[in-house]
């Protein structure tokens, strides 16, 4: 365990980590340092937790000892120890402390889920103002959800973290703004392109090779499927599971009841509902309803189905890498929710609209095309116009991968590295 904690400390050394990409999260974190309350990140496996944290400790050690901070990444084997008694934590604290001849005032916990009951302990040390700031990660939505979670209440703080945004992926190649990006356009056609087959995740951004790219992928989604669906849910039937995973990968954006997918792949409709829950808590899978006023009706209409990152889908089936369109949906959704949105429906009655996000009591219409042109142009204009209409939209947008114009004073038509500026 010693060797573990020094491991994982090299910041006790006074070097910063080399982390080449920042992520916007930080100005948050950074934001919230003074307060009191527990900084809690959730996301999916290998979006940029442990990174973010350490790039956490590269601003902390500019003005504290660095010997103060301990880091502990729980997915760690060597802390297998603690997974059934998490008492045992305060044994890495004193261990820590022994090593640094140092007292510790920053505790930074990576994948804490892997601990039972964990929620006692942090509990036990925020009360009693042991430490100046408790900051962890967790890789289930449901890390708050326990029973002895509600011992928490009122005492932290969330941070959902993701797969890079565009704006972040940007930023890294200094295409921070307009003139930039108008002046690199086949370098952003070429990164836009390689983003929507292989996605964004940290590692992937950062490999050229496209065969490579494709394998971290699938050990990522693989890992995913294993460690925090099966194994973390105590999944027996993984045979059924993996064969959902499967068939939902190779269905995304498509309409879909939990009955229809029953017959489609042999597995009872109970089931597909739990697995599709599964999926969700794990960060991997988004759910969006039909809009409607009444929550009734959102619940018992058709369902569709996003993934977080574009690579997770492209490592299930490398033909559908070929379908642009899909592909191109899938990314637009991931964005949308990179933004910050939470609300997120369709449209789907006489035409259809593939976006409607609420956000500050408004509607946003959004609908998806990889390329305008003469055959599909009305048809997208249509389906805006009717969800405008019904809704009382003032504005909407159709996003493209490259291609912008001005539709009318109500529509416009903007390319995806753009769309960010829709929600701000």
């Given at each position: 365990?010693?060797?573990?904690?020094?491991?994982?400390?090299?910041?006790w050394?006074?070097?910063?980590?080399?982390?080449?990409?920042?992520r916007?999260?930080?100005k948050?974190?950074?934001r919230y340092?003074?307060?009191?309350?527990?900084?809690?990140?959730?996301?999916?496996?290998?979006?940029?937790?442990?990174?973010?944290?350490?790039?956490?400790?590269?601003?902390?050690?500019?003005?504290?000892?660095?010997?103060?901070?301990l880091?502990?990444?729980?997915?760690?084997?060597?802390?297998?120890?603690?997974?059934?008694?998490?008492?045992?934590i305060y044994?890495?604290?004193?261990?820590?402390?022994?090593?640094?001849?140092?007292?510790?005032?920053?505790?930074?916990?990576?994948e804490?889920?892997?601990?039972?009951?964990?929620?006692?302990?942090?509990?036990?040390?925020y009360?009693?103002?042991a430490?100046?700031?408790?900051?962890?990660?967790?890789?289930?939505?449901?890390?708050?959800?326990?029973n002895?979670?509600?011992?928490?209440s009122?005492?932290?703080?969330?941070?959902?973290?993701?797969p890079?945004?565009?704006?972040?992926?940007?930023?890294?190649?200094?295409?921070?703004?307009?003139?930039?990006?108008?002046?690199?356009?086949?370098?952003?056609?070429?990164m836009?392109?390689?983003?929507?087959?292989?996605?964004?995740?940290?590692?992937?951004?950062?490999k050229?090779?496209?065969?490579?790219?494709?394998?971290?992928?699938?050990?990522?989604?693989?890992?995913?499927?294993?460690?925090?669906?099966?194994?973390?849910?105590?999944?027996?039937?993984?045979?059924?599971?993996?064969?959902?995973?499967?068939?939902?990968?190779?269905?995304?954006?498509?309409?879909?009841?939990?009955?229809?997918?029953?017959?489609?792949?042999?597995?009872?409709?109970?089931s597909?509902k739990?697995?599709i829950?599964?999926?969700?808590?794990?960060?991997?899978?988004?759910?969006i309803?039909q809009?409607?006023?009444?929550?009734?009706q959102q619940?018992?209409?058709?369902?569709?189905?996003?993934?977080?990152d574009?690579?997770?889908?492209s490592?299930?089936?490398?033909?559908?890498?070929?379908?642009?369109?899909?592909?191109?949906?899938?990314?637009?959704?991931?964005?949308?929710?990179?933004?910050?949105?939470?609300?997120?429906?369709?449209?789907n009655?006489?035409?259809?609209?593939?976006?409607?996000?609420?956000?500050?009591?408004?509607?946003?219409?959004?609908?998806?095309?990889?390329?305008?042109?003469?055959?599909?142009?009305?048809?997208e204009?249509?389906g805006?116009?009717?969800?405008?209409?019904?809704?009382?939209?003032?504005?909407?947008?159709?996003i493209?991968?490259?291609?912008?114009?001005?539709v009318?004073?109500?529509?416009?038509?903007?390319?995806?590295?753009?769309?960010?500026?829709?929600f701000?």
């Amino acid at each position: 365990m010693e060797n573990a904690i020094l491991l994982h400390n090299k910041h006790w050394q006074k070097t910063p980590y080399d982390i080449p990409i920042q992520r916007d999260l930080l100005k948050k974190l950074l934001r919230y340092n003074t307060a009191k309350e527990i900084q809690i990140i959730s996301g999916i496996r290998r979006s940029g937790k442990s990174s973010l944290l350490k790039l956490y400790i590269n601003e902390l050690i500019k003005t504290v000892n660095p010997l103060s901070i301990l880091f502990v990444n729980f997915d760690d084997p060597n802390f297998s120890g603690v997974y059934q008694q998490p008492q045992n934590i305060y044994n890495i604290v004193e261990i820590a402390e022994r090593l640094t001849q140092t007292k510790i005032n920053y505790l930074l916990f990576d994948e804490i889920q892997m601990v039972d009951g964990w929620e006692k302990y942090v509990k036990s040390i925020y009360d009693a103002d042991a430490y100046k700031k408790i900051c962890i990660t967790g890789s289930n939505a449901k890390l708050l959800n326990s029973n002895y979670s509600k011992l928490l209440s009122g005492r932290y703080i969330t941070h959902q973290i993701y797969p890079l945004s565009l704006n972040e992926i940007f930023t890294h190649y200094n295409l921070d703004n307009k003139l930039a990006v108008l002046q690199n356009k086949p370098d952003v056609f070429n990164m836009l392109d390689h983003v929507m087959k292989y996605g964004s995740f940290p590692e992937i951004i950062n490999k050229s090779d496209q065969q490579l790219k494709h394998e971290i992928a699938t050990n990522y989604f693989d890992s995913i499927l294993v460690k925090d669906c099966i194994v973390n849910k105590n999944i027996r039937d993984s045979k059924s599971f993996k064969e959902l995973s499967f068939y939902l990968f190779t269905n995304i954006s498509s309409l879909y009841s939990y009955n229809s997918i029953s017959k489609a792949t042999g597995i009872n409709d109970i089931s597909v509902k739990e697995y599709i829950n599964t999926m969700s808590d794990s960060f991997l899978i988004y759910e969006i309803a039909q809009f409607s006023y009444k929550v009734r009706q959102q619940i018992k209409s058709k369902r569709k189905m996003y993934c977080i990152d574009n690579g997770l889908i492209s490592a299930v089936s490398l033909n559908f890498s070929e379908n642009k369109g899909k592909l191109f949906e899938n990314l637009v959704f991931s964005e949308i929710i990179k933004s910050g949105c939470k609300e997120i429906f369709f449209y789907n009655e006489n035409k259809e609209c593939d976006f409607l996000i609420k956000k500050k009591n408004k509607l946003i219409a959004i609908q998806v095309c990889y390329e305008i042109n003469k055959t599909n142009k009305e048809r997208e204009i249509l389906g805006l116009e009717e969800v405008m209409k019904t809704f009382s939209i003032d504005k909407s947008f159709i996003i493209t991968f490259l291609q912008s114009e001005k539709v009318n004073k109500n529509i416009s038509v903007i390319p995806i590295y753009e769309m960010s500026n829709i929600f701000e």
